[in-house]
Antibody
Framework: QVQLQESGPGQVKPSQTLSLTCTVS??????????WSWIRQSPGKGLEWIGY???????YSNPSLKSRVSISRDTSKNQFSLKLTSVTAADTAVYYC????????????????WGRGTLVTVSS | QSVLTQPPSVSGAPGQRVTISCTGT?????????VHWYQQLPGAAPRLLIY???HRPSGIPDRFSASKSGSSASLAITGLQGDDEADYYC????????????FGTGTKVTVL
C-alpha cells in the first residue's frame, strides 16, 4: 500500500528557505501514471496547490509561487522535495505532499493519496 | 486565491440531505475539465471523496454523490451522519493557468 510522509523543519525564519521532503513508500514513485504534488493550507484557510514533479523530472508550479518554488526528486530514495525561498509569515501553513493522477485522461488530475501534513511556521 | 467558489457553510439534521455547490468558469469546469471532491475531517489531511465528476473511490459510501453541469458542480450527502461534519473542497484543472490544479474555497458541513 502506497503511503506518503512529509518531513522537515517545523520552523523557518523570515527571508530564509523552507525545505521539505516527501518519502513515498510503495512502488508507484517511478510510474509514468503519476505526478507528485505539494499542497499547503494556511491556518484556518483553504487548500493551495504549490506544484508537481513528474516521473521524468519535469516540474510545474503555481504561477503565484513560481518564482520562489523549486521541486526536485531523488529516485534512489523514493523522495521528492520542496524548496520555497524568501519565506514570510504568509507562508506559515500545513504542507502536504500528495499523489496526483489523471487516470490516463488529460485534465482529470486529482489527488488520490495524501500525506498527513507537516506544519511549518515562519517566525524569527 | 481560490478559483472555484463554494458556500462557506451548510448544515443539516442527522438523516437529512445537504448539497454543496462549486462554481467555476469557462477556463476550468466550464471547459469540461473534471471536478473532484475532498473531505477534510478536523485535524486530518484531506481525502479523496469523488473523482472524475461522479466516481467514488473504494470505501466511500454511496451516501456521497456528485454531479456537474456547465460551469458548476455539486456534491450531495444523503442520510447525514455526525461523522460527516467536516470541510469539503472541490478541485479541478484550469487552462488559463497552464498546468494548474485549482481548489474551491471550501465548505464547512455542520450536523445539527
Amino acid at each position: 500500500q502506497v503511503q506518503l510522509q512529509e518531513s522537515g523543519p517545523g520552523q523557518v525564519k523570515p527571508s530564509q528557505t523552507l525545505s521539505l521532503t516527501c518519502t513515498v513508500s510503495g512502488d508507484s514513485f517511478g510510474s509514468a501514471d503519476y505526478y507528485w504534488s505539494w499542497i499547503r493550507q494556511s491556518p484556518g484557510k483553504g487548500l493551495e496547490w504549490i506544484g508537481y514533479i513528474y516521473y521524468s523530472g519535469s516540474t510545474y508550479s503555481n504561477p503565484s509561487l513560481k518564482s520562489r518554488v523549486s521541486i526536485s526528486r531523488d529516485t534512489s530514495k523514493n523522495q521528492f522535495s520542496l524548496k520555497l525561498t524568501s519565506v514570510t509569515a504568509a507562508d506559515t501553513a500545513v504542507y502536504y505532499c500528495a499523489r496526483d493522477s489523471d487516470l490516463g485522461q488529460p485534465g482529470n488530475w486529482h489527488f488520490d493519496l495524501w500525506g498527513r501534513g507537516t506544519l511549518v511556521t515562519v517566525s524569527s | 486565491q481560490s478559483v472555484l467558489t463554494q458556500p462557506p457553510s451548510v448544515s443539516g439534521a442527522p438523516g437529512q440531505r445537504v448539497t454543496i455547490s462549486c462554481t467555476g468558469t469557462s477556463s476550468n469546469i466550464g471547459a469540461g475539465f473534471a471536478v473532484h471532491w475532498y473531505q477534510q475531517l478536523p485535524g486530518a489531511a484531506p481525502r479523496l471523496l469523488i473523482y472524475a465528476d461522479i466516481h467514488r473511490p473504494s470505501g466511500i459510501p454511496d451516501r456521497f454523490s456528485a454531479s456537474k453541469s456547465g460551469s458548476s458542480a455539486s456534491l450531495a450527502i444523503t442520510g447525514l451522519q455526525g461523522d460527516d461534519e467536516a470541510d469539503y473542497y472541490c478541485q479541478s484543472y484550469d487552462n488559463s493557468l497552464s498546468g494548474s490544479r485549482v481548489f474551491g474555497t471550501g465548505t464547512k458541513v455542520t450536523v445539527l
